[in-house]
């Protein structure tokens, strides 16, 4: 059974900081790995997708890498800012015989940045 | 990417009642999925939904409890019936089959 760990679970940061938030995996056979971010109280919003053939996935200040073999991810944010303040879930996905697929989440990392 | 509309967004309801969710995306899907996220926890799959058959359910999920409806390929609906304090969570229905996932702004829902 897949399971996702992600560390840390909360993280305070000044503005401008540069960060990492790492996603750990126990069955490498992944189909793809996907980070979201989550507002308090709202539905998840899709940063970026990596498929297992790929080593990293960049948008603007985010960049997330994979490691398929060791079972990690990481998702780097540059020059943080407040409204960068969010839970970031780290989803995996595997392929299945009965269900087709089925997407892991982890716990998340709540992440502040102060101004 | 897909967009998805869930509604409501939020309510407080009384124990002992039912609520239904809807979820209505932009484009034609063939599976939907739902899942429930506790608070302070992460999300759990409740069922998956195939328009034209029952919704395949999680281990600890009953349709009893949990009844899904998908009328066509666009649209889903979730109820979460006979509430109870236990059942406070955010709601949040998916699309996206190996592929990119997407989800709806979720419903919050506090039972009281």
């Known amino acids: 059974k897949q399971e996702v760990t992600q560390i840390p679970a909360a993280l305070s940061v000044p503005e401008g900081e540069n960060l990492v938030l790492n996603c750990s995996f126990t069955?490498?056979?992944?189909?793809?790995l996907q980070w979201f971010r989550q507002d308090p109280g709202k539905g998840l919003t899709s940063l970026l997708l990596?498929?297992?053939?790929?080593r990293e996935q960049t948008s603007g200040r985010l960049n997330a890498s994979l490691d398929k073999s060791s079972g990690r991810s990481t998702l780097y944010i540059a020059a943080s800012q407040p409204g960068d303040s969010a839970t970031y879930l780290c989803?995996?996905?595997?392929?299945?015989?009965?269900?087709?697929?089925?997407?892991?989440f982890g716990e998340g990392t709540q992440l502040t940045v102060n101004p | 990417s897909a967009v998805i509309s869930q509604k409501p967004s939020r309510d407080i309801c009384q124990r002992g009642t039912s609520l239904t969710i809807q979820c209505q995306v932009d484009s034609q899907v063939t599976m939907m999925f739902w899942y429930r996220q506790q608070p302070g926890q992460s999300l759990t799959l409740i069922a998956t939904?195939?328009?034209?058959?029952?919704?395949?359910?999680e281990s600890g999920f009953v349709i009893d409890k949990f009844p899904i409806s998908r009328p066509n390929l666009t649209f889903s609906t979730l109820t979460v019936s006979n509430m109870s304090p236990e059942d406070s969570s955010i709601y949040l229905c998916s699309v996206g089959e190996g592929t990119e996932a997407f989800f709806g702004q979720g419903t919050r829902l506090t039972v009281v």
């Open positions: 990596i498929q297992s053939s790929q």
């Open positions: 989803a995996v996905r595997t392929l299945e015989e009965t269900s087709g697929s089925r997407l892991t």
């Open positions: 939904a195939n328009q034209g058959s029952e919704a395949t359910y």
């Open positions: 069955d490498s056979a992944i189909y793809n």
